[in-house]
């Protein structure tokens, strides 16, 4: 498995943004196709966003929650990506995973089934 490490997690007002980087080990982020998800206590882990190993303009998937708020963002120089997220809301608060080893396709976000390498997650809480 592909090890993948995810940071930038913390207490955010409602309202406010975070950035949520993913940094890979031992293998160049942007040649992958790669996902984020979520997880709330109680719900299933549902996917928030894919983004396609080419990087080509709309080939990026954000799940309808989330769309219009969170923005994929690509950092080449020191191989990350990055999720940012705005106007967040308390119902976007979970424990966030970067996931590769997978395929983005079609109009929607993959369900976890489709990614195999995951990175441990890291807590969002969004709360006043």
């Known amino acids: 498995q592909l090890q993948v490490a995810e940071s930038g997690g913390g207490l955010v007002q409602p309202g406010g943004s975070l950035r949520l980087s993913c940094e890979s080990s031992?293998?160049?982020?942007?040649?992958?196709?790669m996902a984020w998800f979520r997880e709330a206590p109680g719900k299933e882990r549902e996917g928030v966003s894919c983004?396609?190993?080419?990087?080509?303009?709309?080939?990026?998937v954000y799940s309808d929650s989330v769309k219009g708020r969170f923005t994929i963002v690509r950092d080449v120089v020191k191989n990350r990506i990055h999720l940012q997220m705005n106007s967040l809301k308390p119902e976007d608060s979970g424990t966030y995973y970067c996931?590769?080893?997978?395929?983005?396709?079609?109009?929607?976000?993959?369900?976890?089934?489709?990614?195999?390498?995951w990175g441990r997650g890291i807590q969002v809480t969004v709360s006043s």
């Open positions: 983004t396609n190993r080419d990087d080509t303009d709309g080939k990026t």
């Open positions: 996931a590769v080893e997978g395929f983005c396709s079609g109009a929607r976000v993959p369900g976890t089934s489709s990614f195999s390498s």
């Open positions: 031992g293998f160049i982020l942007q040649y992958y196709d």
